[in-house]
């Protein structure tokens, strides 16, 4: 099974993997919009930052959920 079939399987099927993806979609697109301002402040410089380390959480567990599962 490719990696793009077993992720569009647990999208379906996992309520986990579901959750995960849709929560680093909208970390997407808050940070999408911290950037589009151009000259970010100190908070915001901030914000961003704490935005990407906890999208690149989701994203290791999502990775870690697609392992388990190709595993198996």
């Known amino acids: 099974m490719s990696y793009e079939s077993i992720k569009a399987e647990l999208l379906k099927n996992d309520a986990e993997f579901k959750r995960l993806y849709q929560e680093h979609q909208d970390c997407e697109g808050r940070l999408e919009s911290i950037q589009e301002q151009g000259n970010l402040s ?16 989701l994203k ?13």
Do not use: G, P, Y
């Open 60 to 72: 290791d567990r999502m990775e870690s959920i697609i392992r388990s599962h190709s595993a198996t």
């Open 42 to 57: 100190a908070d915001e410089e901030t914000q961003a930052k704490a935005i990407k380390l906890h999208k690149l959480a």
